[in-house]
C-alpha cells in the first residue's frame, strides 16, 4: 500500500484525537517499520489495520466506522493533490472511470501501486449504481469512504449499502443511490 495513506492516516489522527494518540497507536503495534513511513514509499497493508485496530479500541469507533471516515477524508487529499483525475460529468461519471481512467493514470505515476478493482454499471434508471470492489486488502469500507467523499465533492446526496460480501470482504459490491 502506498505510503501517502499511512501518512494522510496519522494526520488525521493527531488532527481528531491528538499527538499522544498517534504515539500510543505506534507504540502499542508491532509494526515492522515502527510507524515511519513516507508518501512515495510502500508498505504492508496490515500495518494499518494493526493500526485501525488499536485506534478502534482507545477511541471506542468501529474498524468499519474509522475506515469510512478515513477514506472520506483521504477523498479530499486526493482531489487537492490530483485534481486531473476528476472530471466534470458528475459523480457516476466519476465512479465508473476507476478502472478503466483513473487507475491507469495512477499507475503511470506509481507503477508499484496495488489498486483494487471497481467495476462500474448503473442498475434501473439514473439513480442507482452497482459498484463491484475487490481487493485483497478487503478496504471495502475505506472504498465506502471515498465514495462518500466524491458525492461529498460532486455536491450530491448518496446512500451506499453493500449489496454482497464475499471471500471475506475481498469482494464486495455495493449499491450507491442518488438521494434528491
Known amino acids: 500500500m502506498k505510503g501517502i495513506v499511512f501518512t494522510e492516516f496519522l494526520e488525521l489522527v493527531e488532527d481528531k484525537f491528538g499527538l499522544e494518540t498517534v504515539e500510543e497507536v505506534i507504540s502499542t503495534c508491532d509494526?515492522?517499520?515502527?510507524g515511519s513511513y513516507t508518501a512515495i514509499g510502500t508498505y504492508d497493508h496490515k500495518e494499518m489495520f494493526q493500526m485501525v485496530s488499536v485506534l478502534s479500541k482507545t477511541q471506542n469507533i468501529s474498524v468499519p466506522e474509522l475506515l469510512t471516515?478515513?477514506?472520506?477524508h483521504f477523498f479530499g487529499i486526493l482531489?487537492?493533490?490530483y485534481?486531473?483525475?476528476?472530471?466534470?460529468k458528475g459523480l457516476f461519471a466519476f465512479l465508473e472511470s476507476i478502472d478503466n481512467y483513473i487507475h491507469p493514470q495512477v499507475l503511470k505515476l506509481y507503477p508499484d501501486?496495488?489498486?483494487p478493482s471497481f467495476r462500474a454499471s448503473m442498475n434501473e434508471?439514473?439513480?442507482e449504481l452497482l459498484l463491484v470492489y475487490q481487493s485483497i486488502r478487503a478496504m471495502s469500507d475505506f472504498a465506502v469512504g471515498l465514495i462518500?467523499?466524491?458525492?461529498k465533492y460532486y455536491g450530491r446526496k448518496?446512500?451506499?449499502e453493500i449489496v454482497e460480501k464475499e471471500e471475506n470482504g475481498q469482494h464486495v459490491t455495493l449499491k450507491v443511490t442518488l438521494i434528491g
Open 31 to 34: 509494526l515492522e517499520t515502527a
Open 69 to 72: 471516515i478515513y477514506g472520506e
Open 79 to 81: 482531489a487537492k493533490g
Open 83 to 88: 485534481p486531473q483525475f476528476l472530471n466534470d
Open 113 to 115: 501501486a496495488e489498486l
Open 125 to 127: 434508471g439514473k439513480n
Open 148 to 151: 462518500q467523499g466524491a458525492s
Open 158 to 160: 448518496i446512500k451506499v
